[in-house]
């Protein structure tokens, strides 16, 4: 089983930048460096939606189209920690924001998820 906790949601204004960071468990056979990871986000009355993912190695990365060029994902497996920098926020970034582990890059991975840290961007 693997355990993922997110962290550094916050409330931010447009422009600003926020870097979410999720931690695996700290159970040497959970290291999350054993899967693809992915961010994934949640507004109010909608569905949850696909926002980045990452390859085992970092060496492969995706985006949503609709934060390209805004947001990077990135990982490092030593820390057992993936991050999320996003850049240039809007007010539509405003969501609960998941991070999800998986053993699979494509479809972006779902099996594990962390609980979600509230990010909210204020015009």
């Known amino acids: 089983q693997v355990q993922l906790v997110e962290s550094g949601g916050g409330l931010v204004q447009v422009g600003g930048s926020l870097r979410l960071s999720c931690t695996g468990s700290a159970r040497t056979t959970d290291n999350i460096s054993r899967y693809a990871m992915g961010w994934f986000r949640q507004a109010p009355g909608k569905e949850r939606e696909f926002v980045a993912k990452i390859t085992t190695s970092g060496s492969m990365t995706d985006y949503v189209e609709s934060v390209k060029g805004r947001f990077t994902i990135s990982r490092d497996n030593a820390k057992n920690t993936v991050y999320l920098q996003m850049n240039s926020l809007k007010p539509e970034d405003t969501a609960v924001y998941y991070c999800?582990?998986?053993?699979?890059?494509?479809?972006?991975?779902?099996?594990?998820w962390g609980q979600g840290t509230q990010v909210t961007v204020s015009s």
């Open positions: 999800a582990a998986g053993r699979t890059y494509n479809p972006p991975p779902r099996n594990y």
